[in-house]
């Protein structure tokens, strides 16, 4: 017989397993419970930085990706304040950059977009920042929009740890973070960075375009259009 205590923390009452070294995160995706989230990935190193997917344990509020998962903890995730904790933020990202979906090549696959629709949001709220950020088209098949860049570092992360080429970096910050590239023109075209590469792939928005391939996925069968969050 075994003498095995399995560990578990309850979500919204329901209990769900975890192991060592598990966030509540990765407890919730490997349950199948949906936490709000956009600058985490599985297999990346947890940034903590757009904190849509704060929750309240034992009464007070963590970043699930960060905070580890430990027995017996009770998370809430699903609630009107947090809901609505959620939809300000979300608010705030899309005012602070020119997000006009109608007009990107990523609506329809755009997790910002499906977040907003996700938590109810109907508005900027907000009065738009329009903020006017360089547009780096020099390199041969990719485009990088900063003006639509959500500093989620995702870009950065996948860079560094999965294709091994330190390409990107954040810059700055408040209101003049923005993301850099690490050559000695600061241009994109002057990298190493592969249309192949993880990084090129990663974006959850519009700040990283594919060139010459511009709605061959048509509006209505994109990830979002065919799914919910």
């Known amino acids: ?6 560990t578990t923390i309850i979500i919204d009452g329901q209990v769900v ?37 704060t929750v309240d344990v034992d009464g007070r509020s963590v970043s699930a990706c960060t905070f580890p998962a430990s027995h017996g903890m009770q998370v809430a995730n699903n609630t009107p304040a947090l809901t609505e904790v959620r939809k300000s933020l979300v608010q705030m990202l899309f005012v602070e ?14 997790t910002l977009q499906a977040l907003g629709y996700y938590l109810g949001m109907l508005d900027g709220h ?9 547009v780096d088209a020099s390199h041969p098949d990719l485009i990088l929009d900063r003006d639509r860049c959500i500093m989620c570092a995702l870009c950065v992360r996948a ?12 810059s700055g910050r408040g209101a003049i973070n923005h993301v850099i590239v690490n050559t000695v023109s600061g241009k ?4 190493d960075l592969s249309k192949d590469d993880l990084a090129a792939h990663i974006c959850p928005v519009g700040a990283i375009l594919h060139k010459n391939h511009g709605h061959e996925v048509p509006i209505g ?6 799914h919910s969050v």
């Not at 017989?1 to 399995?6: A, G, K």
């Not at 560094?160 to 954040?170: H, I, M, R, S, T």
């Open 1 to 6: 017989m075994s003498n095995t205590v399995e």
């Open 17 to 53: 397993p975890f192991h060592d070294g598990q966030t509540i995160m990765d407890a919730a995706l490997a349950a199948g419970i949906y936490i709000p989230h956009l600058c985490h990935k599985p297999g990346l190193t947890p940034h903590g930085s757009c904190k849509l997917c």
């Open 97 to 110: 950059g020119n997000h006009l979906c109608p007009t990107c090549d990523k609506t329809g696959d755009c």
């Open 126 to 134: 907000y009065p738009p920042f329009y903020p006017l950020r360089e």
């Open 159 to 170: 860079s560094q740890e999965v294709d091994g080429k330190n390409v990107f970096a954040l």
């Open 188 to 191: 994109l075209g002057d990298s």
């Open 221 to 226: 069968r994109r990830t979002f259009d065919l």
